[in-house]
Each structure stands twice: as structure tokens, then as C-alpha cells.
């Protein structure tokens, strides 16, 4: 019944319960998209720190790199510092500061992990590569690789089944973290994170950073091990710093695989190489053909400074950005919680179609008010964007668009008091 100029709709001025209360804290709530991330990752900080599960190892690597430097800053660095020079404990705090900072960097950031691709998207894909209905025996079924041709070596693009992509060039898809990722170097359960082309860079120096500070400690323990004997005996002077014979065994059983480590992947950085390609020989030369690395830069230096003085690319996943709803319609089931009348205004926050209201829209059938359609609604930018990759064949190169994630969420609604 529609009523007239003067006429007032009733109003409910009952408070809503504890319940209530809650619901409507939950429908208000943006949810994030690393809160629906699909890969076996672990997110700290609302977001900002993405690891992998399994960091039973990184918590030793931490733990073993901070109980030897603290033994050493404790038993040996004053001793070191009277006899011989006050430079050493600041270059061992150097040494470690800067050590556990690339720790740190290579474990809380995103190795460069690919998106996966949406519904629509993979639909599209599986049109192209699935078997149609077809009896003919000459036909043969479309492979499920890409293949593209960079500076004349060809490259085939691999079909993940899990993403629903065909990988770009380097990349491979992780299966503890189950993640495809790009420039896949290798998944390190002692930094807690696969290491990529976002923090290869960090690893490498991670590495290095760790063997000189081996080195060091190794080299100041023995000192001071030395400076004591002349005093007393070896065994006394053993017996006067038994921390120092820990720091000293840690170290020399540590820096014979970090050394080694350092000089491999000295070697990937110079010929532009990771640890995977290295690993299944994919550059290495066949039978009865000339391959090479086509990623290479020609020099040791220009290689070096790719792998390691390149811009750092942006993440894909926008692990903080919200979730892009895909409903169009939605209606109050709970009337004690919406407790709009007709003329009531709601004004609705479409993450992907921006802010409108719903003032003299329509009822449903069963009386309930109804959103407006994205074709009625004004349109703003999405508050969170993903990305994936394009093919593109003249240049053999792949580029990133903007794509929703494919998760159904409930826009925010907040009720205005109407006039």
C-alpha cells in the first residue's frame, strides 16, 4: 500500500541482540584474499608475511644462527676485543644483523607465486585442450604443452592441472607449497619459503653473508682458543671457555655446506641459471643438437647483474587486497537484522562495482528488498585486483591483466537513517 506525501513508514526501535550483533559484525566484515588463499601457505600479519607450513627447520636455522652468535657476543668478543681489537664484535654484529635480515626478507615474502586462473578462464582453457566426441581415426588430441621460440631455442610451456594455466617460461609448479611460481629456483625448508624470482636475490645473499660470518666466528674462536694456550695449557684453556669449543665444532661442521652452497649458486647467478634447470639439464646439450640458455646475457657480469641488481617485480597474488564479491542480488533473510521498511535507504559498498543505494528499489516476492543489478550501479575501482599472464607471440613474452579471484563473499551493508 503506498502512502501518501505526509505519511510516516513505521520504524523499529528495538536494539538488536548480542546474536544480531554479531551477524551483523560478520556481513560487515571485508574478507581479505589471502584469507582464501588456495595454496598450502602460512600468512602472518594480516597478510604481509606469507611462509610455507612446514617451518619446523626454519625455526632451527634461526635458533642455531642466534645461540652460536649470542655464545660468541658472551665468551669470546670481550676477551677478543681487550687482547686484540674492539672492530671485531662490531663487525660480528654487522655480519649478523645483516645475515638474519636476508633470512628474514627471503622467508616472509612471496617467492613470486603465479595466480591461478579463474573459473571462466580454465573453462576456456579446457575447451581447447579437452578430446571432443569424435570417432575419427586419423584425429589426434591437441598436446597439453605451448611451445614458443625465444632468441631461436624453443621453450615448451608446461599445462599445470592444479592452476589451470600453461606455465610461463622458468616457472614450475611447487608441490609442498602448491603453488606455481615463477623463476622456481627450489622449495628451501631451511629458509621456510621456495625461493623465486622475488627472493632469489635475498637467498643468494643469505648464503654468503652466513659463510663469512662462519668464517669469522671460526677463525676468532680459534684465536682466542690459541691466545689462551700460550698462558696456560690447550686443555686448560679448554676447560676455562667450553663455549668456545661449541662455536667452534657448529661452525666447522657449517661452513663446508654453506661454502658450497654460496660457490653453486655463485655459479647459477654468473650463467643465469637456477637450481631446477641446472638440476633436469635444461640447457644442457642433447643429442645431435646445439643447446644453450637463451635467459643469458652474454657476460658473467651483465648475468650477475640481472639475477641480483634487477628491479624487483611487484607481487601477482595481492595477498592483502579484498575479495571481489560475484553475487549481483542479495536479500535480508532475518528481518529482526535488516528491519528496513520500504522506503528505507541501504547504502551497499560493491567491491566490484563501487557504492550505490537501494532507496525505492523494488521488493522481491516474498517482500524482501533487493540490490540493484551491476548494470544500475555506478562503477568504481575494485578494491583488490589479481593478475595473471597473457601469451604473446610475436614476442614470445607473457604479460599480466587484472582478474578477480573466483569467491562468492557478501558485500558489506550499512543501513543510513532515512530523513
Not at 622449495?187 to 625461493?195: E, M, S
Request: glycine share 6%.
Amino acid at each position: 500500500m503506498s502512502k501518501g506525501p505526509g505519511q510516516y513508514a513505521p520504524v523499529d526501535t528495538e536494539s538488536p541482540s548480542h546474536s544480531q550483533e554479531g551477524e551483523l559484525k560478520n556481513m560487515a566484515r571485508p574478507t581479505r584474499k589471502w584469507e582464501v588463499f588456495p595454496g598450502r601457505n602460512r600468512f602472518c600479519c594480516d597478510g604481509r608475511v606469507m611462509m610455507a607450513r612446514q617451518l619446523g627447520i626454519f625455526y632451527f636455522t634461526v635458533g642455531l644462527i642466534v645461540s652460536t652468535c649470542a655464545l660468541f657476543f658472551y665468551f669470546d668478543c670481550p676477551f677478543l676485543a681487550t687482547e686484540l681489537t674492539p672492530t671485531i664484535p662490531v663487525i660480528a654484529a654487522v655480519l649478523f644483523l645483516f645475515t638474519m635480515g636476508t633470512l628474514l626478507r627471503t622467508s616472509f615474502s612471496d617467492p613470486g607465486v603465479i595466480p591461478r586462473a579463474t573459473p571462466d578462464e580454465a573453462a576456456d582453457i579446457e575447451k581447447q585442450i579437452d578430446i571432443p566426441s569424435t570417432t575419427s581415426p586419423t584425429y589426434r588430441p591437441p598436446p597439453r604443452t605451448k611451445e614458443i621460440v625465444i632468441k631461436g631455442q624453443t621453450i615448451k610451456l608446461k599445462y599445470c592441472f592444479t592452476c589451470k594455466i600453461f606455465r610461463p617460461p622458468r616457472a614450475s609448479h611447487c608441490s609442498l607449497c602448491d603453488n606455481c611460481v615463477e623463476r622456481f629456483d627450489h622449495h628451501c625448508p631451511w629458509v621456510g619459503n621456495c625461493v623465486g624470482k622475488r627472493n632469489y636475490r635475498y637467498f643468494y645473499l643469505f648464503i654468503v653473508s652466513l659463510a663469512f660470518l662462519c668464517v669469522f666466528i671460526f677463525s676468532c674462536v680459534i684465536t682466542h682458543l690459541i691466545i689462551r694456550a700460550k698462558r696456560v695449557d690447550f686443555l686448560e684453556a679448554m676447560k676455562e671457555t667450553p663455549a668456545s669449543i661449541l662455536e667452534a665444532i657448529i661452525c666447522f661442521f657449517s661452513i663446508w655446506s654453506v661454502l658450497g652452497l654460496a660457490g653453486f649458486h655463485t655459479y647459477l647467478a654468473t650463467s643465469n641459471q637456477t637450481t631446477n634447470e641446472d638440476i633436469k639439464g635444461s640447457f644442457s646439450a642433447k643429442r645431435g643438437q646445439d643447446n644453450f640458455n637463451p635467459f643469458s646475457q652474454g657476460s658473467v657480469l651483465t648475468n650477475c647483474m640481472s639475477v641480483l641488481c634487477s628491479p624487483n617485480p611487484p607481487s601477482l597474488i595481492d595477498r592483502r587486497g579484498f575479495v571481489v564479491p560475484d553475487t549481483t542480488q542479495i536479500t535480508c533473510s532475518n528481518s529482526a537484522i535488516c528491519n528496513l521498511s520500504e522506503n528505507n535507504v541501504v547504502n551497499v559498498r560493491h567491491d566490484n562495482y563501487g557504492s550505490t543505494n537501494t532507496e525505492n528499489q523494488p521488493l522481491s516476492h516474498n517482500g524482501q528488498k533487493k540490490l540493484p543489478s551491476p548494470s544500475s550501479v555506478t562503477t568504481a575501482m575494485p578494491m583488490g585486483r589479481n593478475a595473471g599472464y597473457q601469451d604473446a607471440l610475436e614476442d614470445s613474452s607473457y604479460q599480466q591483466h587484472s582478474k578477480p579471484y573466483p569467491v562468492q563473499h557478501m558485500p558489506r551493508i550499512v543501513p543510513i537513517n532515512g530523513s
